[in-house]
């Protein structure tokens, strides 16, 4: 991987909680995307009152999204604030989200699928897209569980120790099929990814 491309990992990606949006800081190229910022959640240790009307505002349900889901990198984006502008003295809360048809409150209970590799941006939200036509995510393999595989797919994303190491493979971590000998996912005889730099090589040509 590039300069670019390493640090676009190291920083992390943004995606926003609320709701069922879409919004993520890898695809600021879309026009729904314009002028959109993200504003960290406010943490239960510091803002309890402040973070659970934050929750109860993204009108997801309960057991998918509490004060125990909010973490250091949980945010939400500047569109679901009055104006769009994100939070303001007026009104530092974001709107309510009062409508949620079965689909969309189905869509975030089973959770959003993010491939970890490299700088892949394969995602269960935009199946749409050309690329992600017969792709699927395979469930990273865990460190309690297959240490040894594990370590060998995370040296295979390329990506920076302190980034992404077998302390961040959780239980949604997950790698998707594109990164497998013949894009079809792992095989009996190619069990791993395609390490980082030859996947690069091979997809340019």
Not at 55 to 61: N, P, V
Not at 71 to 82: E, G, L, N, Q
Not at 120 to 140: A, E, L
Not at 179 to 186: A, S, T
Request: hydrophobic content about 25%.
């Amino acid at each position: 991987m590039d300069a670019v491309q390493v640090k676009h990992k190291s920083e992390g990606v943004k995606h926003c909680c609320y709701g069922t949006c879409n919004s993520d800081t890898r695809y600021r190229h879309r026009d729904d995307m314009k002028d959109v910022f993200f504003i960290p959640f406010p943490k239960p240790i510091t803002q309890r009152e402040k973070c659970e009307r934050w929750i109860k505002a993204c009108g997801r349900l309960k057991e998918d999204f509490n004060v125990d889901k909010i973490k250091r990198y949980t945010y939400m984006c500047s569109k679901h604030f009055v104006g769009g502008k994100g939070p303001t003295d007026i009104h530092p809360d974001p709107m309510p989200a009062l409508l949620h048809n079965d689909e969309q409150v189905k869509h975030k209970s089973e959770g959003v699928k993010h491939c970890c590799y490299g700088t892949c941006n394969s995602d269960t939200r935009y199946r749409h897209r050309g690329d992600m036509k017969d792709v699927f995510f395979i469930p990273f393999p865990k460190p309690i569980t297959q240490r040894e595989k594990c370590e060998r797919w995370i040296k295979a994303c390329g990506r920076l120790q302190e980034d992404f190491n077998v302390d961040k493979i959780k239980r949604y971590t997950y790698m998707c099929s594109k990164h497998f000998v013949g894009g079809k996912g792992p095989t009996d005889i190619h069990p791993d990814p395609m390490p980082a730099l030859l996947h690069k090589f091979m997809t340019n040509r």
